[in-house]
């Protein structure tokens, strides 16, 4: 069983290309839902971060306020730093635990969606790595819409994280998110067949 790293930077349309794997009958493990895991009510991970950061960041019923724990990370390396060192080994603990389950079932592979794939160092961990591609014009104008974000804001997201051209150069394969969700889901389903006849070694 081979493990399949998704990333893609933000707006780029990687929830459609994991929903249509979920679809074909493949498992994803997703880092963004194992990033709320270990955050939750009495996990080891929120209480950290309220020993650090105090009882401002949790909300009247004890889950972790988002809003407030971004505005005292966000212009702060150092409590940036702290929230990664504390909560990226949990994560990686949780998915090691994950992909072990999942191994033990017959899957021909596994995909893992990290949006921070290339940023967070982990190329390595995969044996292969599919990367949801659109211009950044694209990303532009999906996240202005979605969220509500200021050209200003937006901006300043996409140049937080990797850039277009460093995600591709990690790239074993590349699904063009720039059309319609029906061509979307026509390359899934292509690179799905793939894998499945090649059983994921490389070419």
Do not use: C, W
């Not at 194992?34 to 996990?43: C, H, K, M, N, Y």
């Not at 967070?120 to 974000?149: K, N, W």
């Amino acid at each position: 069983m081979q493990l399949v790293g998704l990333t893609g930077g933000i707006a780029s349309g990687k929830s459609l290309v994991s929903s249509t794997f979920e679809q074909l009958g493949i498992p994803v493990i997703d880092a963004d839902l194992l990033a709320r895991e270990v955050v939750e009510p009495g996990s080891r991970g929120l209480q950290a971060l309220a020993a650090h950061f105090g009882p401002d960041i949790l909300t009247s019923g004890g889950e972790l306020n988002r809003a407030v724990l971004r505005s005292l990370v966000f212009a702060d390396e150092s409590e940036r730093k702290f929230l990664d060192d504390t909560l990226h080994p949990l994560i990686r603990q949780l998915s090691d635990q994950r992909v072990t389950a999942l191994s033990q079932e017959a899957h021909p592979y596994i995909i893992f969606a990290v949006p921070l794939l290339l940023e967070t160092g982990q190329q390595d961990r995969f044996d292969r790595i599919v990367v949801v591609d659109v211009p950044e014009s694209v990303q532009m104008a999906r996240l202005l819409a979605r969220d509500g974000s200021s050209e200003k804001e937006a901006r300043a997201i996409l140049a937080s994280q990797a850039t277009r051209e460093d995600r591709l150069s990690i790239a074993d394969d590349v699904i063009n998110n720039a059309g319609s969700i029906d061509d979307t889901r026509k390359q899934v389903s292509a690179l799905h067949e793939k894998y499945i006849a090649a059983d994921l070694h490389p070419d």
